[in-house]
Antibody, heavy 119, light 111 residues
Framework: QLQLQESGPGLVRPSETLSLTCTVSGDSIRSSSYYWGWIRQPPGKGLEWIGTIYYFGRTDYNPSLKSRVTISADTSKNQFFLELTSVTAADTAVYYC???????????WGQGTLVNVSS | QSALTQSASVSGSPGQSITISCTGTNNDVGGYNYVSWYQQHPGKAPKLIIHEVSYRPSGVSNRFSGSKSGNTASLTISGLQAEDEADYYCGSSTGTNAPYVFGTGTKVTVL
């Protein structure tokens, strides 16, 4: 059974870098059958796609976040990562990692992790 | 890329059918059969219930069905049940090098 688990600091100071890890179990992120993504949801608001990493390392990012986002992966640990620089209070959200069997939908999601940006 | 437009809320009584709409443009919803739908209960992660307009993943109730006409996709919930009370989001992407866009979300209330 595929499981995704987000981890990282729950509190980040303004102007600093938000770093999260998604640990995947039950499947290999090296598989050519899937892609892996990050999505966030500010409290009380809707979903926002952050970006996607392909099995061979290519990345696609939300144009509105592209200048601040990096998604990478460590296939030896079956993990992929999110870095978001220069955060502000507007980046406070629940961050989800998810799997994409094609680039057009997310079929498995992590439980999400709340990140607060506050001094 | 703008968010897809959904009605803010829809309500119905148990046993009734309701339909949620998701409106985009020729460049997303209207141009491709890549609309998906997600159900999200409070405090929980979204759950995929429809992909590629009308396909249900294994384990999803057949009370959920999807369709599309022009630039508007629709999710119909038939035989409404109390457990269907949740937020519903549509989503769409055209694939490589294309952003993934979610809808604004619809809150479904079971009266």
């Amino acid at each position: 059974q595929l499981q995704l688990q987000e981890s990282g600091p729950g509190l980040v100071r303004p102007s600093e870098t938000l770093s999260l890890t998604c640990t995947v179990s039950g499947d290999s992120i090296r598989s050519s059958s899937y892609y892996w993504g990050w999505i966030r949801q500010p409290p009380g608001k809707g979903l926002e796609w952050i970006g996607t990493i392909y099995y061979f390392g290519r990345t696609d990012y939300n144009p509105s976040l592209k200048s601040r986002v990096t998604i990478s992966a460590d296939t030896s640990k079956n993990q992929f990562f999110l870095e978001l620089t220069s955060v502000t209070a507007a980046d406070t959200a629940v961050y989800y990692c998810a799997r994409l069997p094609t680039l057009t939908f997310f079929d498995y999601w992590g439980q999400g992790t709340l990140v607060n940006v506050s001094s | 890329q703008s968010a897809l437009t959904q009605s803010a809320s829809v309500s119905g009584s148990p046993g009734q059918s309701i339909t949620i709409s998701c409106t985009g443009t020729n460049n997303d919803v209207g141009g491709y059969n890549y609309v998906s739908w997600y159900q999200q209960h409070p405090g929980k992660a979204p759950k995929l219930i429809i992909h590629e307009v009308s396909y249900r993943p294994s384990g999803v109730s057949n009370r959920f069905s999807g369709s599309k006409s022009g630039n508007t996709a629709s999710l119909t919930i038939s035989g409404l049940q109390a457990e269907d009370e949740a937020d519903y989001y549509c989503g769409s992407s055209t694939g490589t090098n294309a952003p993934y866009v979610f809808g604004t979300g619809t809150k479904v209330t079971v009266l």
